[in-house]
């Protein structure tokens, strides 16, 4: 079936795709990022302070340099507009289960990494996401981290920079995980690439700000109109599209105001949903990447 390539939306909508097409096109390449001197760094909190952008690092115990342990595996988590790198660990609580993670399976603890974009609004601006991915490169070889373990996840703008990065470099990452924006962009590109891909696919049904009419024209692609009626229908599902290995969960979250259901389920900042979410964000992209690493380990 051919894919429509222009789809009506809101204005908010628009402005949110227009960044996240901008990722996917060929343009000027950014300047190479120089890796910070992270080679040292021991356990705790860290903070980056590099040219497009700033970094929190949060370092498990044995994830610190020179630990001698088994390595290590890497979380990458971009926020939203007009957030940071804090306040979308308060909606994720990532790097408290980064550190926990072998309790929920994974063999060994993440770092985890949030990105925080500079200017006015903490937008990401085209570009952005080659720097991101630069420094994911410089963490895991300055510390021996597990380049087969790791994972970028983003929300709402930080969304489009997952799909950015998904259209320009399917292989960069273990798998993907994008939420409430970005499903689009990656509609437009996910049959350019023959790079196995896993991929969450998160989105609230009243979301406000980036239509749902595009997710579920994105389900109907991936998954055929009889599978795609019993994804929207249950709320969740997996599906194939080419290289394509797509897990979609849906919420029936709600924020009052403008956002409605663009929010994180179980999120206790300003983007959290306030009521009608039945689970966790940060559990849920936590297990996905676990069990991404379990099926590209065979």
């Not at 949110?16 to 705790?44: F, M, S, T």
């Not at 080659?130 to 983003?154: E, P």
């Not at 798998?175 to 499903?183: L, Q, R, T």
């Amino acid at each position: 079936m051919p894919r429509p390539r222009s789809r009506p939306m809101t204005a908010t909508g628009f402005v949110l795709v227009a960044v996240g097409l901008a990722a996917c096109q060929e343009g000027e390449a950014g300047q190479p990022l120089a890796c910070p001197d992270v080679a040292g760094l021991g356990a705790g909190l860290h903070r980056l302070e590099l040219a497009g952008f700033d970094a929190t690092v949060s370092v498990p115990e044995s994830c610190a340099a020179g630990g001698g342990g088994p390595a290590c595996g890497l979380i990458v988590e971009a926020h939203g507009a007009s957030m940071s790198a804090d306040k979308m660990d308060s909606e994720t609580n990532m790097r408290r289960l980064g550190a926990q993670a072998p309790a929920h399976g994974a063999a060994t603890p993440y770092v985890v990494v949030h990105p925080e974009a500079h200017g006015p609004g903490a937008q990401w601006q085209q570009g952005d996401e080659r720097g991101v991915l630069a420094l994911a490169d410089c963490l895991i070889a300055d510390l021996g981290l597990d380049g087969t373990r790791r994972h970028m996840a983003g929300y709402s703008l930080g969304g489009y920079m997952v799909a950015g990065t998904y259209c320009q470099a399917a292989g960069a990452y273990t798998s993907f995980a994008a939420m409430a924006g970005g499903v689009d962009v990656i509609q437009q590109c996910m049959d350019d690439t023959d790079t196995p891909t896993r991929l969450l696919y998160i989105h609230g049904r009243g979301d406000r700000m980036v239509p749902f009419a595009a997710v579920k024209a994105f389900i109907a692609e991936v998954a055929g109109d009889a599978q795609a009626a019993a994804i929207l229908a249950q709320g969740q599902g997996r599906a194939r599209f080419g290289a394509l290995d797509v897990d979609i969960r849906l919420h029936d979250g709600d924020r009052p105001g403008l956002v409605g259901g663009h929010c994180l389920p179980g999120g206790s900042g300003f983007a959290g949903c306030t009521e009608g979410a039945d689970f966790d964000v940060g559990e849920t992209l936590l297990d996905f990447f676990i069990a991404a690493e379990a099926d590209a380990a065979g």
